[in-house]
């Protein structure tokens, strides 16, 4: 059971290059989300997905876009890269129908030049 | 809107010795509360969480949180720290609703041999 899983998990971008940061669960849950980790920081939500179809933006969602594929996979692309997106990503869903917590891939770890 | 604060950026203990993280949040109603641990180059695991019912939650590792609403308040305790709980910690306030979680910014604990 694999639960969430991020692709890649390391990358070395150069500015101004796009990316796409892939995201698939196989828990058959509604909602996903992405965020951002940096240093003092916390978790800061960029965009997310309550259900199959829809997406919203969270607190830092510029620079950023997504995509819901299906119910699996939420995507995040980054079209023009900067050092400011220089991070590390995380990927979770939650099941929405119940009052669950959510579960988290193992990151992305991102470095723009 | 709910926000979290987790005072202590560090904490240093020594293993054996009793554990407590402060975690404050403001949310105006009651939420739902998580504490999710983070060891170096992974994801967010859960440790606990608190729905409703009786204040005092287990979680996975010996860790237990108090649900306190008068002070606003779900510390997270452990009576013995193990060298392999140095992490970093993580308070999470959820609602209702949507529900987009709030991240405090963390507690790393650093553990002495």
């Known amino acids: 059971n694999a639960g969430v899983t991020q692709t890649p998990k390391f990358q070395v971008l150069k500015t101004g290059q796009s990316m796409t940061l892939q995201c698939a669960q196989d828990m058959n849950h509604n909602s996903m989300y992405w965020y951002r980790q940096d240093p003092g920081m916390g978790l800061r939500l960029i965009y997310y997905?309550?259900?199959?179809?829809?997406?919203d933006k969270g607190e830092v969602p510029n620079g950023y876009n997504v995509s819901r594929l299906n119910k699996r996979e939420f995507s995040l692309r980054l079209e023009s890269a900067a050092p400011s997106q220089t991070s590390v990503y995380f990927c979770?869903?939650?099941?929405?129908?119940?009052?669950?917590?959510?579960?988290f891939g193992d990151g992305t770890r991102l470095s723009i030049l | 809107a709910q926000s979290v604060t987790q005072p202590d950026i560090h904490i240093t203990v020594s293993e054996g010795a009793s554990l407590e993280l402060r975690c404050n949040y403001s949310?105006?109603?009651?939420?739902?509360l998580f504490w999710y641990v983070q060891s170096p180059g992974q994801g967010l695991q859960l440790l606990l969480k608190?729905?409703?019912?009786?204040?005092l939650v287990q979680g996975i590792k010996g860790f237990e949180a108090e649900f306190k609403r008068s002070l606003s308040s779900f510390n997270l305790r452990k009576a013995s720290v193990h060298w392999s709980d140095a992490a970093e910690y993580f308070c999470a306030v959820g609602a209702g609703g949507s529900y987009i979680p709030t991240f405090g910014r963390g507690t790393s604990l650093i553990v002495h041999p």
């Open positions: 979770a869903s939650r099941d929405r129908d119940s009052n669950q917590p959510q579960h």
């Open positions: 949310y105006g109603a009651t939420p739902y």
């Open positions: 997905s309550a259900s199959e179809g829809t997406t």
């Open positions: 608190y729905f409703s019912g009786d204040t």
